[in-house]
Nanobody, 122 residues
Framework: QVQLVESGGGLVQPGGSLRLSCAASGFTLEHYAIGWFRQAPGQERERIGCMGRSGGDTDYTNSVKGRFTFSRDNAQNTVYLQMRSLKPEDAGVYYC???????????????WGQGTQVTVSS
C-alpha cells in the first residue's frame, strides 16, 4: 500500500522552529520528487516548494526562503521540512506529496499524506 504519513506538527511560538516528517511506505521516496504544501483556514492550498528526486533541483516559495529547508533520509525513507523563524502566517495544515518531478500544480502529485497541523501563536 502506497502511503505518506506526515508528523511533527504542533503549537509553536512566533520565532520558533519545527521539523515536519513525511514517511513513506510501499514505495521508495528517493525515486520521487517531494512537494510540500500548506493550507490555512479559508485559503487555497499553497505550494511551499519541492525537492527533486535524489537530491535534484529544490525550490522554495519566496515567503519561506531562508527559513525552511527540505532534506531526505533515504535510509529511513523519510523527507523532512525544517521550519525556522516561524511566523503566524505560516500556520496551517502541511502536506507532503510525491510526484515524478517537481510540478507546480498540486494536481500532478500522485500521492499525498494526510497533513499535519502547524499553529504559530504566542
Amino acid at each position: 500500500q502506497v502511503q505518506l504519513v506526515e508528523s511533527g506538527g504542533g503549537l509553536v511560538q512566533p520565532g520558533g522552529s519545527l521539523r515536519l516528517s513525511c514517511a513513506a511506505s510501499g514505495f521508495t521516496l528517493e525515486h520521487y520528487a517531494i512537494g510540500w504544501f500548506r493550507q490555512a483556514p479559508g485559503q487555497e492550498r499553497e505550494r511551499i516548494g519541492c525537492m527533486g528526486r535524489s537530491g535534484g533541483d529544490t525550490d522554495y516559495t519566496n515567503s519561506v526562503k531562508g527559513r525552511f529547508t527540505f532534506s531526505r533520509d533515504n535510509a529511513q525513507n523519510t523527507v523532512y521540512l525544517q521550519m525556522r523563524s516561524l511566523k503566524p502566517e505560516d500556520a496551517g495544515v502541511y502536506y507532503c506529496a510525491a510526484g515524478s518531478r517537481c510540478f507546480y500544480s498540486d494536481s500532478n502529485f500522485a500521492s499525498w499524506g494526510q497533513g499535519t497541523q502547524v499553529t504559530v501563536s504566542s
